[in-house]
């Protein structure tokens, strides 16, 4: 039998906790047989989600924390005030070696203190980072980082190079991933003061695979694997990709619902376009890691549903399996 792979769910955190939550981490329980669950929250509440569904009871524990942290509440009071929140308990879990991985919805920057502050960083690291998977024309590209560092340094952005190509390379599966770092254009002479800096130290950067610099617009045409920012940049890139993507979708629904000569092409075409539009969904990739924590730290967006909650349960499966931590200790450490 394989061996079970340990996840702590903040079942508290985001907007439609404990819900969506508890339906995604049964599903996920549901859908293989090497994951054990511990839901971190309101026990009452839990119990009574958990009671709609059938699943195998020794997979999914429940660990009562009767304080939640909040989306509006500083992230460093927060984490400082409530030991003995869903998030802060989750993550001690993980620190002490209770659970493999710890997954929420809840505050991202209470969920970045903590995962420096209660988790720690792999020796070596200066500074973890976040990082979503988000859909290309040839697949999947790895933004990082979207949400940890706003005001980054040129040596922590060759670490999330070296990070991100780790992750790439064994969970995604892409070999020898290309690494860009995010410009106003393509020439090595562009761009502020840190990606001037920033490029000599990728190019020269060992065990990475830098191509140089990638505008936005090349971003969905998959000209990148791994794309290499600071946070305000990279988490404005996230937000526009998403708010684009959910636009186009709303008015390619419209339009087909216009009429009834639109209504007969949209029953035509709707196997092909329910494919293409998945492949842009972004909940099928499930959360964005932080990497270079010493235990996986996966972050959901605040609005996640069930089927974000059970593809970022099984993405943790899979970092562990494949040992990404030790990789990246390998590589920077």
Known sequence: MAELVRIAVDAMG?????????????????????????LTGREELLRAELGKYTYDAERIDVVHCEE????AE???????????????????????????????????????????????RIKGVE?????????????VALLVDAGGNVDARPSHLVQFAQMGSVYMENVVGVEHPRVAILNIGAEEEKGNALVKETYPL??????????????????PHGGADVIVCDAFAGNI????????????????????????????????????LKKTLKEFDASQYGGAPLLGCRGLVVKMHGSSTAVEVKNAILQCVLFKQQGINEKIMEHIG
């Open 14 to 38: 985001g907007d439609n906790a404990p819900g969506e939550i508890v339906k995604g981490a049964v599903e996920s329980v549901n859908s293989r047989g090497d994951i054990r669950l511990v």
């Open 68 to 71: 939640v942290i909040e989306t």
């Open 74 to 120: 500083h992230p460093v009071m927060a984490i400082r005030a409530k030991k003995q929140s869903s998030m802060v308990v989750g993550m001690n879990m993980v620190k002490r070696g209770e659970a493999d991985a710890f997954v929420s919805a809840g505050n991202s920057g209470a969920l970045l203190v903590g995962g420096q502050v209660v988790v720690g």
């Open 127 to 139: 500074r973890p980072a976040m990082a979503p998977l988000i859909p290309t024309e040839k697949g």
């Open 202 to 219: 990728l190019r020269e950067c060992p065990g990475i695979h830098f191509t140089g610099s990638i505008e936005a617009r090349e971003i």
């Open 237 to 272: 890139v996230l937000k526009l990709y998403e708010g684009v993507a959910s636009t186009l979708i709303s008015k390619v629904k419209e339009g087909l619902m216009s009429s009834l000569r639109s209504k007969i092409g949209a029953l035509l075409i709707k196997p092909a």
